[in-house]
């Protein structure tokens, strides 16, 4: 697992998949400004934290889009505009832990990618068939959470590029990961973070079983989970 507790956060990369998952973080900022890239618009302003002292973090925070390869491109398009000291993904998930609710929260301290032989990927940079959360970020989280009285677990997130709607499918997931949730972003941010030496972190709130048809699914009112996991980043910044 990365270790960022003895380098201070001064800028960070904030992502989400949908408008949804970024709205309420940029509405937190100040001093913002907007910039076109890559078809994309980032935010970009200051928060101010108060972690014993007051002072501003420069955030910047996009819409990258769903899917592996949107994820890992808008990441990279933030790491290499805005030289991030972190990056976090913010947004929803779907649930396979018998133990989790909906509205409860999964901590990516691993991230590992579905469909994909590792063992090939894994031969270039960072050299890793997973991905693991930064010491001091998931401590951060975990305290937010613990002071919230949230029900949550700081454990494995599978990502791949198809909708898991399926109970049979999500149990084989389940069966052959371990993961506590799945979802379609998390494991491509967390390699792109890896691969430039940056920390990172997903957060997920849980937004269903990963057992309902997308048809209905992208009929239902996501924005009360997406925001739930946006306040609490924006509780991290604050305890940065």
């Known amino acids: ?55 501003k973090i420069r955030v910047a925070a996009v ?17 290499d505009k805005y030289s991030p000291d972190a990056v976090i993904l913010s947004g929803i998930a779907g649930n396979l832990n018998k133990n989790l609710h909906i509205n409860d929260i999964v901590l ?6 579905l469909d994909s032989d590792m063992r090939l990927i894994a031969q270039s940079a960072p050299f890793s068939e997973e991905f693991h959360a930064d010491t001091h970020l998931l401590s951060l989280a975990e305290k937010v959470l613990d002071s919230r009285g949230i029900n949550y677990v700081s454990g494995i997130i599978a990502t791949g590029d198809r909708f898991i709607d399926d109970k049979e499918e999500a149990a084989k997931i389940r069966e052959e990961t371990g993961a506590d949730a799945v979802e379609m972003e998390g494991a491509a941010i967390c390699h792109a973070a890896a691969r430039n030496g940056i920390p990172s972190l997903v957060i997920r709130v849980m937004s269903d079983n990963a057992d309902v048809q997308y048809e209905v699914f992208k009929e239902f009112d996501i924005s009360e989970f997406a925001h739930a996991a946006a306040d609490i980043v924006l509780d991290i910044l604050h305890n940065i």
């Open 1 to 55: 697992m990365q270790n960022n507790q003895n380098k201070q956060i001064d800028s960070i990369a904030i992502l989400g998949a949908m408008e949804e998952e970024v709205e309420n973080i940029a509405a937190g900022l100040e001093d913002v400004t907007k910039n076109k890239v890559a078809g994309m618009e980032i935010t970009e302003g200051y928060f101010c934290a108060n972690s014993g002292k007051l002072r």
């Open 63 to 79: 819409v990258s889009g769903m899917g592996t390869v949107n994820a890992a491109c808008a990441a990279q398009c933030l790491i």
């Open 108 to 113: 990516g301290k691993t991230m590992k990618y």
